[in-house]
């Protein structure tokens, strides 16, 4: 079985570059996405598999939760973690409702993201 894809979307390129690299030295492969046009061409791509989706809330061409919408109906199986530096009860309870695997607030620390995206990967797989 092949390494898992992950697609890392975020408009600020240190943090896309640092999200990446974590992942890519974990053993992951990973896609970037600067918008949430590119983050949608990216997941739309016949054959392209994606495992699981780390999205930011904040782009220049979408400041809410339809980009997440938008993925869950191109790839419904594929896990999405929502990053948000303006993380709200309110926004986490919407972002579950749309199918988020879960929200995770800005800034976080880098040692967080390969168990994270391995157990919404593996709950994937268990559907």
């Not at 030295?25 to 791509?45: F, H, N, T, W």
């Not at 220049?60 to 709200?88: F, K």
């Not at 800034?107 to 995206?117: A, G, K, Q």
Request: proline share 7%; hydrophobic share 45%; net charge negative.
């Amino acid at each position: 079985m092949s390494s898992p894809t992950v697609l890392v979307v975020d408009d600020e390129p240190l943090i896309r570059w640092s999200v990446a690299e974590t992942l890519a030295d974990s053993g992951y492969r990973v896609k970037e996405a600067g918008d949430a046009r590119s983050a949608l061409q990216a997941i739309a791509v016949p054959g392209a598999e994606t495992d699981a989706v780390l999205l930011d809330l904040w782009l220049p061409d979408s400041q809410n939760l339809t980009v997440l919408s938008a993925i869950r109906g191109l790839s419904p199986t594929t896990p999405v973690i929502l990053m948000t530096a303006h993380g709200t009860d309110d926004l986490c309870a919407e972002a579950r409702a749309r199918g988020a695997f879960m929200t995770l607030d800005k800034p976080f620390d880098m040692s967080v993201l390969p168990p994270l995206v391995e157990a919404a990967v593996a709950s994937s797989r268990a559907h």
